[in-house]
């Protein structure tokens, strides 16, 4: 079965440190993204990468960075971490094109 | 990017056949159409996908409208274990990554 895992189910930082979260697939998928997931807002693409050392902004980019070094890890950064950044985060990988995405079990991240 | 449209939520009783509805009014000719549904407390997984012909898996059904400006999620025997939130979302063939926005999706409640 695919597999795709998230570092940290849970992680609690205090406003402006450094956060990093990072997500590995097993299945040489080229595709990956992260997604913010907030009550009564739905998932949100945040970024996504199509190869290694690529990547394309989502809709809400502001305030995170990504980083690909490796076909199979996909980390998120949060430079300076706020108290509104404090959400779900979903990773998820796929082939390219138009096949099944598979999804992490999430991070959630509170900030404090 | 194509936008989806669905009901906040919808309920049905146990055993009985669901039909959640998806508007995608903007779609293009490469927008591949997916349904993905999420459980309390876990990542969304994959129910679903198709072009144009109405497609049929272990899952669940999928109905496509000619002019493929709707579908339609068949779920023919709901269980208590169907009970999610379902996410219908377009992804684009057209391009490397296959950009995969998600919108509110639809709350099930199923009933015994």
């Known amino acids: 079965d695919v597999k795709v895992t998230q570092s940290s189910r849970y992680l609690v930082k205090r406003t402006g440190e450094k956060v990093f979260l990072e997500c590995v697939q097993d299945m040489d998928h080229e595709n990956m993204f992260w997604y913010r997931q907030d009550p009564g807002l739905g998932l949100r693409l945040i970024y996504f990468s199509y190869d290694v050392k690529m990547k394309e902004k989502g809709d809400i980019p502001e305030g995170y960075s990504v980083s690909r070094e490796k076909k199979e890890r996909f980390s998120l950064i949060l430079e300076s971490a706020s108290t509104n950044q404090t959400s779900m985060y979903l990773c998820a990988s796929g082939i390219r094109g138009t096949g099944e995405l598979f999804f992490g079990e999430g991070s959630r991240l509170t900030v404090l | 990017d194509a936008k989806t449209t669905q009901p906040n939520s919808m309920e049905s009783n146990e055993e009985e056949p669901v039909h959640l509805p998806c508007n995608h009014s903007?779609?293009?000719?490469?927008?591949?159409i997916h349904w993905y549904r999420q459980l309390p407390s876990q990542g969304p997984e994959y129910v679903i996908h198709?072009?144009?012909s109405n497609v049929n898996n272990r899952m669940a059904s999928l109905a496509i409208a000619e002019d493929r400006k709707s579908s339609t999620l068949i779920l023919h025997r709901a269980t208590l274990r169907d009970a999610a939130v379902y996410y219908c979302?377009?992804?684009?063939?057209?391009?490397?990554?296959?950009?995969?926005?998600f919108g509110d999706g639809t709350t099930l409640t199923v009933k015994p």
């Open positions: 903007t779609i293009s000719g490469t927008d591949y």
């Open positions: 198709g072009l144009t």
């Open positions: 979302i377009l992804r684009d063939n057209n391009t490397n990554a296959g950009k995969s926005t």
